[in-house]
């Protein structure tokens, strides 16, 4: 039997959706995806966290968490016994500039499944038992949080990259000194304040039995809520630093190296994704040849910039045994350099701009992945065409562009780094090592 031959991928593009603009302001992004029995349907809401009131940060994601535990005319568990006679599912959170409800239900139980959905959004029952249970299992998963290395790892991170001015330097779940305060007549007020159709986009994608505009105009239409306008802010990025945090006899160093990234809009953010994946984005990337492969000091290592509406996080991260964890940073650092002969290559670049336009297809070939694709853009404030502008930029993009966009926004001088593990094995030897740690 012959192996087939690897041919050329075939043309493809981003699908164009039919928009629409319910009276009330919601508008609509329709996907007609045939053969995808399984409808989803995702409702972004312009929403930042600048919302929430002084000293409960952390309202946006109660109030997600409680809009399935059920409606004013479902109320308790009526709501899941009717969700799961339709063979229904819903998922939602809150990003630092949005607020989401996903639902995903079978194609022939779609016009029996929205009305719940509206209700959720609409008429949640947010009931006190609810809430307080809520802020308890928050409460919990903070606390675990700051016991897991990798979790602590990322919030320590994004508090030291990003000002602490800015709700974004902070996690968009909040923390426990603004959660713990968190009634339910705050998230009550948080829903009657900024839930309303005339900042929300419903993402809805599959296989539909009819022309779905017509069954959301009837169930969203009586939707009318006025809202509390919200700006959105522009974060701005905190100093370089070096941050030991003491994990008392941990035998692995989590790390983070990196500062504030650019968002989709920025001239440089496709020339960096691909620099990036050069660097430390797929399995045989520099970072991972090195310090996995020839080296054996970690499973792997990513280096990965996540773009938010403004800025984000441009990061490598990795977990290391703690006896090399110092040896291991150091050559963290040297191979993030692309000077001189350390630039990226054609070749390389070029197995990066096939592997990342590649499997974009792949991503959005459910109707599921669109939904996801097209809300992370609605929260972005970017149009739909994003998707194919920028597999159009990733294939326009040279080595000499990659190589000063990771040079440009990775300068070796003013990096920020964090590790969390025993402090009193690793202190020392980084400050020997020329990096001048803070302990905390």
């Known amino acids: 039997m012959k192996r087939p031959a690897v041919t050329a991928p075939l043309p493809w593009d981003f699908p164009t959706p039919r928009t629409a603009t319910l009276d009330n302001g919601l508008d609509l992004l329709v996907f007609d995806r045939p053969g995808q029995h399984l409808i989803n349907a995702t409702l972004v809401l312009d929403l930042p966290l600048t919302a929430e009131a002084?000293?409960?940060e952390g309202v946006s994601a109660i109030l997600q968490r409680c809009l399935d535990e059920g409606t004013l005319t479902h109320p308790g568990t009526d709501f899941a016994d009717e969700l799961e006679g339709c063979g229904a599912v819903l998922s939602g959170g809150s990003?630092?500039?949005?607020?989401?409800?996903?639902?995903e239900v079978p194609s022939t139980r779609f016009a029996a499944a929205l009305p719940l959905f509206v209700e959720a959004v609409r008429e949640p029952q947010l009931a006190s038992e609810d809430v307080r249970r809520h802020v308890d299992l928050r409460l919990a998963e903070i606390a675990q949080q700051e016991a897991h290395p990798t979790h602590r790892g990322a919030i320590a991170f994004r508090a030291a990259v990003v000002d602490d001015r800015f709700r974004a330097a902070r996690p968009a779940a909040g923390t426990a000194q603004g959660v713990g305060g968190i009634t339910a007549e705050d998230v009550r007020a948080h829903?009657?304040?900024?839930?309303?159709?005339?900042?929300g986009t419903l993402v809805v994608a599959g296989d539909f039995d009819a022309d779905p505009i017509g069954l959301i105009a009837d169930a969203f239409g009586g939707w009318q809520q006025p809202v509390t306008a919200v700006d959105h802010e522009i974060p701005q990025p905190a100093g370089a630093r070096a941050l030991l945090i003491h994990r008392p006899g941990a035998v692995q160093a989590d790390v983070r190296l990196g500062r504030f990234g650019v968002d989709r809009r920025h001239p440089d953010y496709s020339?960096?994704?691909l620099g990036n994946f050069v660097l430390g984005g797929g399995f045989l990337s520099r970072l991972n040849r090195v310090l996995r492969e020839e080296r054996g000091y970690t499973y792997g290592v990513q280096l990965v910039n996540t773009p938010a509406r403004s800025g984000g996080l441009l990061a490598l991260h990795a977990s290391f045994r703690t006896e090399v964890a110092v040896d291991a940073v150091v050559e963290a650092y040297d191979l993030l350099r692309v000077d001189g002969d350390r630039g990226i290559t054609a070749a390389e670049l070029a197995d990066?701009?096939?592997?990342?336009?590649?499997?974009?297809?792949?991503r959005c070939a459910t109707a599921s992945g669109i939904g996801d694709q097209v809300a992370a853009l609605v929260e972005a404030g970017l149009p739909t065409d994003f998707v194919n502008t920028h597999i159009a930029d990733l294939r326009r993009v040279t080595p000499e562009q990659a190589t000063e966009a990771v040079a440009r926004h990775l300068p070796l001088d003013d990096l920020t780094l964090v590790v969390v593990g025993d402090a009193e094995m690793l202190a020392d030897p980084l400050r020997a090592a020329g990096v001048d740690v803070d302990l905390a």
Do not use: D, E, K
């Open 54 to 56: 002084a000293g409960r």
């Open 95 to 103: 990003s630092h500039s949005a607020a989401h409800l996903g639902l």
């Open 191 to 199: 829903h009657r304040a900024h839930y309303g159709p005339q900042r």
């Open 271 to 273: 020339a960096l994704r």
């Open 352 to 362: 990066a701009a096939s592997f990342l336009v590649g499997i974009t297809p792949l």
